[in-house]
Nanobody, 120 residues
Framework: AQLAESGGGLVQAGGSLRLSCAAT????????MGWYRQAPGKERELVAA??????YYADSVKGRFTISRDIAKNTLYLQMNSLKPEDTAMYYC????????????????WGQGTQVTVSG
């Protein structure tokens, strides 16, 4: 499978962005998909993930971000509202063939990333 993110950009604090991740290739085998982010000087962290029966959000984004998946369009979304300067990072789409994405599991596939910058 190949993953391609889009939708990043520069936004003021309090604003919104919607990230998209288009999946191509062997997408029907992808049980879980999610979004990670990495800020300069920090480790990559799992922001949100979705599988057939579970949804995960990091505490830092609960109530502000919403992950969704459109199976028909083979696309994963991340709606980000009430953005804060600390949300500034490169955001990566990821997918796992079996099981779920958690802070303890690793994806099988990664996208190239899309930059989100929130000005304060």
């Amino acid at each position: 499978a190949q993953l391609a993110e889009s939708g990043g950009g520069l936004v003021q604090a309090g604003g919104s962005l919607r990230l998209s991740c288009a999946a191509t290739g062997s997408i029907f085998s992808l049980n879980a998909m999610g979004w990670y982010r990495q800020a300069p000087g920090k480790e990559r962290e799992l922001v949100a993930a979705k599988s057939s029966d579970k949804t995960y959000y990091a505490d830092s984004v609960k109530g502000r971000f919403t992950i969704s998946r459109d199976i028909a369009k083979n696309t994963l979304y991340l709606q980000m509202n009430s953005l804060k300067p600390e949300d500034t990072a490169m955001y990566y789409c990821a997918a796992r063939v079996f099981g779920v994405l958690t802070i303890a599991t690793m994806p099988d596939y990664w996208g190239q990333g899309t930059q989100v910058t929130v000005s304060g």
